[in-house]
């Protein structure tokens, strides 16, 4: 199982993006390999308020239309959410997000070791990252 960011999300769809080849090399291939991906609802929300600003409404389209079809959906609860905020108030790092946190949560819940992503972040908390 692969985590898909925010980051994977927007280098799909934003054909500027320096990491846009690339990320179109490595989705190609998830999706040949048949790997099951997974993102959590706090990531679309990022995602798509993301794109839209930068790049309206068709880029969102495309997401979620031709991308988010192929990616499982981690719905968090408000006693999950409850949960994340403790926690990124205790770990008290303003440069992790809420957003990142959840993805953290997402992936160890399900054991997931690597994410689709071009975000430090991940490393930094011991996660794999792709490509």
Do not use: C
Not at 61 to 82: A, C, G, K, Q, Y
């Amino acid at each position: 199982m692969i985590f898909v960011d925010t980051s994977a999300f927007l280098a799909l769809v934003h054909l500027d993006d320096p990491n846009h080849d690339q990320a179109m090399q490595t989705w190609k291939k998830l999706i040949e390999d048949e790997q099951q991906l997974i993102s959590n609802n706090y990531v679309l929300v990022e995602s798509i308020a993301l794109i839209q600003r930068r790049l309206g409404l068709r880029a969102v389209s495309i997401l979620h239309n031709d991308i988010l079809p192929f990616v499982e959906i981690d719905w968090l609860d408000e006693e999950l959410h409850n949960a994340i905020v403790k926690t990124v108030l205790k770990n008290n790092r303003r440069q992790i997000s809420l957003v990142d946190r959840s993805s953290f949560d997402t992936m160890r819940r399900y054991e997931v070791q690597t994410a689709f992503a071009f975000d430090s972040h991940f490393p930094d908390e011991g996660f794999e990252v792709i490509p």
